[in-house]
């Protein structure tokens, strides 16, 4: 079964400090993910997507990276601030599956002053 | 602005009621679909549609139906609600596989 997997489930750092959001996939087989971000009582926005021939895509302070072999994707946020307080989702989308979107619970992230 | 645009934003229904969830996108895309969020379960496909013409079940289909009236409109109808189907519903879109998803800014549905 193709399952993606975030941890931790939340997560509170100081201003300015830089972090890590990880996400697991079990299966090799990806086309493609997909980093959003979602505010509380809002719709998904996208941040990046990452080809699965791809190892990394940069918009700003946010990068995400893609490690196939190893069924993992990482954001890495710079220097934090106390907008990017928000739930952060990624999503898989495996080959063969009409495009579908599989995703994480999501890491709740809280930038603290 | 161009993007995926959700009708109602909240509803409140009473159990065996009916009702239709409306989506629209604008960006020519040839894919739709249809997500229901729950809290620590988060998104699941309910419907999608590949390409106008065609529908499909997702993983939670049970209790919901759907309508790709054309290339821009794909509709989520509960014809019996039940407490449930309490979530928000969440329309997406895109256009092959290359590219990425855009969501709409959902329906936060209750039944009492």
């Known amino acids: 079964k193709q399952e993606v997997t975030q941890i931790p489930a939340a997560l509170s750092v100081p201003e300015g400090e830089n972090l890590v959001l990880n996400c697991s996939f079990t299966?090799?087989?990806?086309?493609?993910l997909q980093w959003f971000r979602q505010d509380p009582g809002k719709g998904l926005t996208s941040l990046l997507l990452?080809?699965?021939?791809?190892r990394e895509q940069t918009s700003g302070r946010l990068n995400a990276s893609l490690d196939k072999s190893s069924g993992r994707s990482t954001l890495y946020i710079a220097a934090s601030q106390p907008g990017d307080s928000a739930t952060y989702l990624c999503?898989?989308?495996?080959?063969?599956?009409?495009?579908?979107?599989?995703f994480g619970t999501g890491t709740r992230l809280q930038v603290t002053l | 602005n161009a993007g995926v645009t959700q009708t109602p934003k909240f509803q409140v229904l009473k159990t065996g009621q009916s009702m239709t969830l409306q989506c629209a996108q604008d960006?020519?895309?040839?894919?739709m679909y249809w997500y229901r969020q729950d809290p620590g379960m988060g998104l699941r496909l309910i419907y999608y549609?590949?390409?106008?013409?065609?529908?499909d079940k997702g993983e939670v289909p049970n209790g919901y139906n759907v309508s790709r009236l054309n290339k821009r409109e794909f509709s989520l109808r509960l014809e019996s609600a039940a407490p449930s189907q309490t979530s928000v519903y969440f329309c997406?879109?895109?256009?092959?596989?290359?590219?990425?998803?855009?969501f709409g800014s959902g329906t936060r549905l209750t039944v009492v």
């Open positions: 997406a879109s895109t256009i092959q596989d290359r590219h990425g998803y855009t």
């Open positions: 299966d090799s087989a990806i086309y493609n």
């Open positions: 990452i080809q699965s021939s791809q």
């Open positions: 999503a898989a989308r495996y080959t063969g599956t009409a495009s579908k979107l599989t």
């Open positions: 960006m020519n895309h040839n894919s």
């Open positions: 549609s590949a390409s106008e013409g065609t529908t």
